[in-house]
């Protein structure tokens, strides 16, 4: 259970989310709404840990995580994932790498790693592209490239930013199915940030909206 308790975010003095509370259950679907600018992205980086409320307290499984102003437990120490809006791939790295980068960061030893990377290959449907650079990939398989080095460390909460608002809407319709598959298949939270209703009407078991400012 991830629980968010009046939290208050500020921005050079400016409040972001004001007096804010969501509690969200083990393996739910949640689906975050809201204008540009409403704070979408700010709630997936208080959740992961990147940043600290100003006020309130953030619980993750009855652990105190962030509370008024201080991180306590830091992102890699929360088992989340996250794809972020732009992907974050790493260019330089061909697909393997990139998924096997925070396998190695927790000192997981080689061969674990190479299965690891090929059970997630084969989860996202991308086997045989290992070798494969970020820049030979389509959209669709950067993507798929994205979700699989999220969960290579088996998060039990996975966060996603708009992941796939650049896709053509076939690819779109495709990939989300696919996104419920995974959920439905490894049981982790979900907490998925979109501007789509369609989106969120086939991935949200809940959904939320955040009120506030189009920038
Ligand atoms: N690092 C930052 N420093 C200052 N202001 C920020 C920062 N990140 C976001 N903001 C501001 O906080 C508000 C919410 O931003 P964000 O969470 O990115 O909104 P959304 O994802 O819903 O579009 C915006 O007004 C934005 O300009
Ligand atoms: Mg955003």
Redesign the pocket.
Known sequence: MIALENIT?L??G?E?LKDFSLNIPPKERLV?L????????????LIAGF?APAKGEITINGSIVAKEGKILIPPHKRAIGMVF?DLALWPHMNVEENIAFGLKVHKVPRKTRKEKVLEMLRLVGLEGYEKRRIDQLSGGQQQRVAFARALALSPKVLLM??PLSSLDPELNRRLRKEIVRLQEVLGFTLVY?THSEEEAKEIGERKII?K??V?
Request: charged letters at 25%.
């Open positions: 975010l921005y050079e400016r972001v975050i809201g204008a540009s600018g409403s704070g979408k992205t700010t709630l997936l980086r940043v809006q930013d708009e940030v955040l506030g400012s920038d």
